[in-house]
């Protein structure tokens, strides 16, 4: 480099390189923070120059610099940049005041506010001074070229890929020569920001202020739409500017665990990209809404925005508001089977309310033996359970009777009928089942082998199978008996009562039931066959019962059969007069008839309705006909109330269908009255254990007009009644205008602890006003006793770890804080992300802790080992069913984390597929490719970029770099290298590119991690054109050759003699210092 300046100063001396003009020199620096400190040193090292900075400017319009104490900034249109504190707006180029580099931001904003034009350059002007050089560090989120160019109209060359920047780069320049003014400009910067940053201590990434930028969020964090809206509309906006183009993309969360509407349920889920063009501001996302007839809650799903420009409102909120009217619902069991064991005592049987809590209602409910009997076996019990406005479940109580005789597995049925202001779903019965605790006879059990069986007419009789299980000692033996259901004994069956024998050793046998075949066409009918009486020491196994379907072998009468048309009927109160239709199916031969009723169900023939009776005929081929019923309106609100319709005997040959009894609905067409809301005054009420009484109030609210009445009643929470409280049930009566009514209820003070315990309160069977949303109150009885001294019961250690081929984990169970007393409790383990029988075996027990027993108590948990590579896993541990007044302490439930032992022995290996190639100039393109092996599973990401290189980027070639993404199962990237022909003869150059900063477990081919491009010029030396005068000649060469040889060898005397200088003045700096 120092011969190079001497050599173009000598030169420009003797005016022979007109070219260079004000600079002869010009060193560039890139692209790191080692450029940097070579820029610093180099700068030090030219003349001293005054660091003052006297113009600065931007070119665009009315951009006008001001100076404030010596700190220079630029202000327009609300922005402003080069800081009003300590810093200038450049880097110092010399070494003098200190050598004091001082530093700010620049950035070329993207701003369209008020028309106001984007500045795209930056001038530095010295005035009265000379320059030599400018550095900084650059960057730019898209991609972007930064030129300098100076008052000599040379712009400066930085060769190479890096002129174009993303990340933060070192760029700067050194003119030897020196210059007064330089133009400082980002080229090509694609619509986006590009941030300068002038470093005030010459460290990559030092900052002094916030760069501001575009962000893309939406207009609110929340949007709400009805739900018959069809569509949403949601703006996603564009902030601090609108120049150049932008991008986000978008996707509603499906996977969100606090959202509570249901994807293609309640909205149809979209994901995409908002590409906005230059100046655009803002656009819309379309999503649509599903309407259903389904009431709801409000319910809500989020959508997020992604990308690099997200803004802080980057995710919103839309709810959907039902637009659908409450229903009442329809009352079932929550299972059609329950199971229980003889032990149980009192258990609960739960109904439900599905499909709308709307308004009050209610449902009878009645037990009936199936093999178990009542009065022995359990208390039979029937009633009205009530539903209050808003209530989804109630339960129903069943007392099981323990007794000391084996019987095997018994069961009863529970029927619900009767719903009020409700309907029946399709589990209105349920079969309890209650396992007997005596130990089984060896004799074995005797049970059906099915609950069901069907038989035809036209058999002669049906074999029931029994079997015996569990034993098979002796000769055994039970009774066998029959009933009718829809089948009648004597014309459809032989009634029997017989008795099954089992030998010795036997264990299968029949129930034999004769069957009576008739030429008449009748529905399938049914009976029962009950098994009863055991001997020979056998016992009664389950089931016990079963029912036999006879399907009838006779075609139907061509004269049909007669139903009504519809499942139910439904007419407005003041709708006059309901026809009700009956229709004829599966023949219509001769003349028939129909006799037809109506009677009350919950509507008053004489008060709702014209009771009606008579009959329906049917002429010969005629297959519909039909009745009406009168419906008398009145002003009084009664609610929706029914009648029931019912067909009865058929005549002509015809039968009934199966659809001969319906219900009438008498829509209520009158406004609510005003007679006001019964509610209790609050919720939630509170009392101490000790207060003895407590007294309940009752509101009349939103009207008193005439009298009413209310039946109040105590229901069991966690307390019990007779234990805890006094039952409390009766009658509010209410005066015409009076608004409130007391009860009182007693709560029974023990000495026994048992914390906090509830009380329900219940209002029901409103008259003369109507149950408000607070008909059902909760009482809160706290505890006046001192907590037992049983103990509590912990995991010792609730966080174990244990290694996967360890085997065995032993967890240690403590009692503390009490030993009075035996106390025990249950363990099991739940899956946490370890899967039961894949890692450990599963395993649950009980505890026992003897009266005075604190010792420690352990189970163990065997752990299972594979090969397989996984993160930890963990098992929880859990206790529960507390027994003899212990309690769970604050470590009852703990986890085993599993850690892995296993090693994945095999990476993802990334390299060039070859390593060096070879184009011609005049190629368009060159491509080369980049392969994945050995394991292809999983994502993994490498970087590409361009070494050392003697090809210049955007004169010699043009490439995309940065980073590759290979997805799963993807082996290979395909990167393409636009050639530029040019005609400049500038001999064969050489890009190079490597891989680097790869992802996760990956490596990079330690033989093929980089690439050489080798493009080969196709230019060649045109040789010389003859002198400026015009003169021809083959002599010119010669002559230009001997003209250089003389240049050099007065060249290398100048050398000398400038050599002797720097010697001499070394030594005079030498002498001055000592």
Request: aromatic share 6%; hydrophobic share 35%.
């Amino acid at each position: 480099m120092q011969y190079r300046n001497h050599l173009l100063g000598f030169l420009t001396l003797l005016g022979l390189v007109s070219s260079f003009e004000s600079h002869a020199v010009v060193t560039v620096y890139c692209c790191d923070a080692t450029a940097e400190a070579q820029f610093i040193q180099d700068l030090s090292n030219l003349p001293s120059i005054s660091p003052d900075i006297t113009k600065e400017s931007f070119e665009g319009s009315a951009w006008d610099g001001t100076r404030s104490t010596g700190v220079q900034s630029v202000t327009s249109q609300g922005i402003t940049w080069a800081g009003s504190s300590t810093e200038s707006s450049f880097v110092r180029t010399s070494t003098s005041g200190g050598d004091v580099h001082e530093g700010s931001y620049l950035m070329f904003p993207v701003d369209n506010r008020n028309d106001h034009l984007v500045p795209d350059k930056y001038t530095l002007t010295a005035s009265g001074t000379t320059l030599y050089g400018v550095g900084g560090w650059f960057r730019s989120s898209t991609g972007a070229k930064i030129g300098f160019t100076t008052n000599g109209s040379a712009p400066v060359d930085f060769t190479g890929s890096q002129a174009t920047v993303t990340g933060w780069t070192f760029l700067g320049f050194i003119d030897d020569a020196g210059f007064t003014n330089v133009l400082v400009e980002a080229v090509d910067e694609g619509g986006d920001e590009v941030n300068i940053f002038f470093s005030d201590d010459f460290t990559l990434g030092a900052q002094s202020g916030a760069f501001p930028g575009q962000k893309l969020q939406f207009s609110s964090a929340t949007y709400s739409v009805a739900e018959n809206a069809a569509t949403l509309q949601l703006t996603v906006e564009r902030t601090g500017g609108t120049s150049g183009a932008l991008s986000v993309d978008y996707a509603t969360d499906s996977d969100s665990e606090t959202d509570t509407a249901s994807a293609n349920l309640d909205y149809t889920p979209v994901s995409g990209t908002l590409n906005f063009a230059d100046g655009e501001s803002s656009q819309q996302i379309s999503i649509d809404i599903l309407d259903d007839t389904i009431f709801e809650d409000s319910e809500t799903f989020t959508i997020n925005l992604s990308g690099l420009n997200i803004g802080a409102q980057n995710s919103a909120t839309v709810t959907i508001t039902d637009n659908d009217a409450p229903a009442v619902g329809e009352v079932q069991f929550s299972s059609s089977t329950y199971t229980f064991s003889e032990g149980d005592g009192s258990v609960t049987i739960t109904v439900q309310r599905d499909g709308g809590s709307s308004g009050s209602g209610s449902v009878d409910y009645a037990m009936s033996d199936a093999t178990a009997t009542a009065g022995s076996d359990y208390t039979a019990a029937s009633g009205t359970l009530s539903f209050v406005d808003g209530q989804i479940s109630s339960s129903i109580t069943l007392a099981i009777t323990d007794d000391a005789t084996t019987e095997g597995t018994e069961s009863l049925l529970i029927t619900l009928s009767n719903p009020v202001s409700v309907s029946l779903a399709a589990r209105d019965v349920t079969e309890v089942s209650i396992t007997d605790n005596e130990p089984v006879s060896s004799s074995g059990s005797l049970q059906f082998s099915g609950s069901s069986y069907t038989a035809s007419e036209g058999d002669t009789s049906i074999l029931l199978p029994v079997t015996r299980t569990n034993g098979s000692s002796g000769a055994v033996s039970i009774t066998c008996s029959t009933s009718d259901l829809t089948a009648t004994a004597g014309s459809d069956y032989t009634a029997t009562q017989a008795t099954v024998n089992f030998a010795d050793g036997e264990l299968t046998s029949n129930c034999v039931i004769p069957v009576l075949d008739d030429s008449s066409y009748e529905a399938d009918e049914t009976l029962m066959v009950t098994l009863s009486t055991p001997t020979g020491g056998a016992v009664l196994g389950t089931p016990a019962s079963a029912v036999v379907t006879l399907s009838s072998d006779d075609p139907i009468p061509a004269m049909g059969s007669l139903q009504f048309s519809l499942s139910e009927y439904q007419l407005n109160e003041d709708g006059g007069t309901a026809t009700i239709a009956v229709s004829r199916s599966g023949g219509s031969s001769g003349t028939v008839g129909v006799s037809y009723a109506s009677s009350d169900s919950t509507a008053t023939a004489g008060e709702d309705y014209t009771a009606a009776s008579g009959s329906v005929s049917f002429a010969d081929g005629v297959t519909s006909g039909s009745f009406q019923v009168t419906l008398l309106d009145d002003s009084e609100y009664e609610g929706d109330e029914r009648i029931t319709l019912t067909l009865s005997n058929p005549t002509g040959g015809a039968v009934l269908g199966p659809t001969a009894q319906v219900d009438l609905v008498i829509t209520e067409d009158d406004a609510a009255p005003a007679t006001g809301l019964l509610v209790f005054s609050a919720s939630d009420l509170g009392a101490d254990e000790a207060d003895g009484l407590i007294e309940v109030t009752v509101e009349r609210q939103g009207g008193s007009s005439g009298a009413a009445q209310v039946n109040y009643a105590t229901a069991d929470g966690t307390a019990i009644a007779g234990i805890d409280y006094q039952v409390a049930s009766g009658t509010l009566m209410f005066a015409d205008g009076e608004l409130s009514k007391t009860f009182e209820i007693t709560i029974v003070d023990d000495a026994l602890f048992e914390g906090t315990e509830t009380i329900n309160l219940i209002l029901s069977d409103a008259v003369g006003a109507s149950l408000g949303d607070t008909s059902t109150a909760t009482i809160s009885v706290t505890d006046d006793d001192v907590p037992p001294a049983a103990g509590s019961l912990i995991f010792s250690n609730s966080a174990i770890t244990a290694a996967e081929d360890g085997g065995d984990v032993t967890v240690t169970v403590s009692r503390s804080g009490g030993s009075t007393g035996a106390v025990s409790v249950d363990y099991n383990t739940a899956d946490g992300t370890a899967i039961a029988s894949s890692d450990y075996t599963y395993t649950s027990g009980n505890i026992s802790f003897a009266d005075g027993d604190e010792a420690d108590k352990t189970f163990t948990v065997p752990l299972l080992n594979d090969t397989e590579v996984e993160s930890d896993e963990t098992i929880l541990l859990q206790m529960s069913n507390f027994q003899g007044g212990a309690v769970a302490g604050d470590q009852s439930s703990g986890q085993i984390t599993i850690t892995d032992d296993d090693v994945l022995n095999a990476s993802t290996v990334i390299g060039f597929t070859i390593t060096s190639l070879t184009v011609n100039e005049s190629s368009v393109n060159a491509s080369f490719t980049i392969d994945r092996s050995v394991v292809l599973t999983g994502t993994v990401s490498v970087d590409l970029s361009v070494g050392t290189s003697t090809a210049v980027a955007g004169s010699d070639f043009n490439v995309t770099t940065g980073t590759l993404q290979f997805a799963s199962g993807e082996t290979q990237k395909t990167i393409n290298v636009e050639i530029i022909d040019n005609t400049v003869v500038d001999g064969d150059r050489t890009i190079t590119f490597v891989l680097g900063n790869v992802s996760g477990t990956a490596t990079i081919d330690s033989n093929s991690g980089s690439f050489t491009l080798t493009i080969s010029d196709d230019d060649q030396d045109g040789g010389s054109d003859g002198d400026d005068n015009g003169g021809g000649g083959g002599g010119g060469g010669s002559a230009d050759l001997m003209l250089l040889l003389g240049l050099m060898i007065i060249f290398f005397g100048y050398l000398q003699l400038q050599n002797a200088r720097q010697a001499r003045a070394c030594a005079k700096r030498r002498v001055d210092e000592q």
